[in-house]
């Protein structure tokens, strides 16, 4: 299993390097936009439909809009940065970083929603004024948010570093320590166990993943919620906006799986014991610290 780990760790490992250091994300953000492009079309081609009462167009738009998230994730975006780097800082188990992958993803429909449906009702807004509100605000608001969040892992991070360093100074290099973390020579805990160190984190920690994430609506969530509401077809927008975000899910998950993996296949080389627990917060800090860097780099370039 070990071994198993390793190697798909090395293969998500050079996938990340193909796509930072030798064009790679170019590549996938042209396919992407371009996905994006030919199913915004099929979307608006599927609402004349629907409107004309053709059979099987209410099926035809949720598949296109399922497909437009899937796209739109797969570009360049803040919700994967945060959800893969936070697979890999925090040790939480793949099945429950993916619900949080796929919430905050439903959560970011649910932001769409709300928002046109404040705007055309209660503030009288228009298109381009709604979108114009989720690029100016509500995207600098997200970037920010999650460069609070990775500031708030690296400061973790170091607070386990500084709470698990060795309190007293005779030496400790052959001693052999228990599944409890004592040592079975002197007696004293000379660090966190993994399990310890692995402490699945709070509510408060899926509140702020999923918050950062949704607080920015996707703008083809906003571009299909909008017409629906023109044309009469309520129903259908709302229900397409979060098929999208099934189809952003898709990708969100991918990538929390892979960063799991990519945590447990490092980890998987220190064995278990104290080399992997004293490693669990130097990872936090670094996964921390390149979240906040890459979204405080997003927050400069949308204000």
């Known amino acids: 299993m070990r071994t ?47 409107r004309a009462g053709e059979p099987g167009a209410l099926a035809a738009l949720l598949g296109t809009s399922f497909a437009y998230g899937f796209f739109h994730a797969a570009g360049p975006g803040h919700g994967k940065v945060l959800i893969g780097g936070y697979g890999v800082g925090a040790r939480v188990p793949a099945l429950r970083l993916s619900l949080l992958a796929l919430a905050s993803s439903l959560a970011q429909a649910a932001t769409a929603v709300a928002l046109v449906y404040a705007g ?3 503030l009288n807004l228009s298109r381009p004024a709604m979108t114009g509100f989720a690029d100016r605000a509500m995207a600098p608001a997200s970037y920010g948010a999650i460069a609070l969040v990775g500031f708030w892992l690296a400061v973790r ?9 060795p309190a007293h ?3 400790h290099a052959h001693h052999h320590h228990g599944p409890d973390g004592h040592c079975d020579t002197c007696g004293h805990r ?40 023109r044309f009469g077809l309520d129903a259908a927008g709302i229900a397409g906006a979060f098929t999208m975000g099934l189809g952003t899910a898709c990708v969100t998950i991918a990538v929390a799986v892979a960063a799991v993996t990519l945590r447990e296949g490092a980890l998987s080389r220190l064995a278990t014991g104290q080399g992997a627990a004293r490693a669990l917060p130097l990872i936090e800090i670094a996964a921390g610290c390149l979240i906040a860097a890459i979204a405080g780099q997003l927050l400069l370039a949308a204000l």
């Open 4 to 50: 198993a780990l390793l190697i798909a760790a090395v293969m998500i490992a050079g996938a990340a390097l193909w796509l930072w250091a030798f064009g790679g994300a170019g590549d996938v953000a042209r396919w992407a936009a371009e996905g994006q492009r030919t199913t915004q079309e099929a979307m608006a081609a599927g609402l004349r439909a629907l």
């Open 157 to 165: 991070g170091a607070r386990r570093v500084w709470t698990s360093r």
């Open 190 to 229: 000379h660090g966190p166990t993994l399990e310890e160190a692995a402490e699945v984190k709070s509510w408060r920690d899926a509140a702020m993943l999923v918050g950062a994430v949704a607080i920015r609506p996707c703008t083809g969530a906003l571009f299909l919620l909008i017409l629906t509401w």
């Open 120 to 122: 055309v009702l209660v």
């Open 169 to 171: 100074d005779h030496d």
